[in-house]
């Protein structure tokens, strides 16, 4: 009779640090995947500052970008915001809220910029295109500074 406990003890010590150990190795898996999303969030982003930075300087400054502009290249189309779009929210609440404000701008930017001159909301549709770009912009520093922060 002893045995057959020994057995079992055995057994669900074996098993509960089996648990443990398959845990542990889940969840610095986890972490990893996080902070290799988080980087390539970043390098993404990278790529796209100086940009967004020419554009945002040139809506803010009186002149040129005061009036009605018609941009040919896309702001943002296919990337990681839609390919990991799920794991943004395994990020910390800030980061998360962050990425998908500084992605809903150039979104917004995209699909407003896409209104050809003719169509009657063309005007309206201009500024929030020339609004959301300067809003990505001011994000820019913070969004970066969050990632690397998560990455590093």
């Known amino acids: 009779m002893e045995k057959i406990a020994l057995l079992i003890v055995g057994a669900l010590l074996g098993g509960i640090i089996g648990f443990i150990s398959s845990y542990s190795m889940w969840k610095v898996q986890m972490n990893q995947n996080k902070a290799n999303i988080a980087q390539g969030f970043y390098l993404e982003i990278s790529s796209m500052e100086n940009t967004i930075e020419q554009y945002a300087k040139v809506f803010i400054a009186p002149g040129l970008g005061a009036g009605p502009v018609k941009i040919e290249q896309p702001f943002y189309s ?23 404000e500084f992605y809903t701008c150039l979104l917004v930017a995209e699909r407003d910029r896409q209104i050809g001159k003719t169509d009657k909301f063309f005007v309206p549709a201009n500024d929030e295109m020339k609004n959301s770009i300067k809003k990505a912009h001011e994000l820019l520093p913070k969004l970066k500074a969050l990632l690397k922060n998560e990455f590093s």
């Open 78 to 100: 296919n990337g990681l915001f839609f390919d990991c779009r799920k794991e943004i929210f395994s990020f910390y609440k800030d980061l998360s809220k962050t990425i998908f």
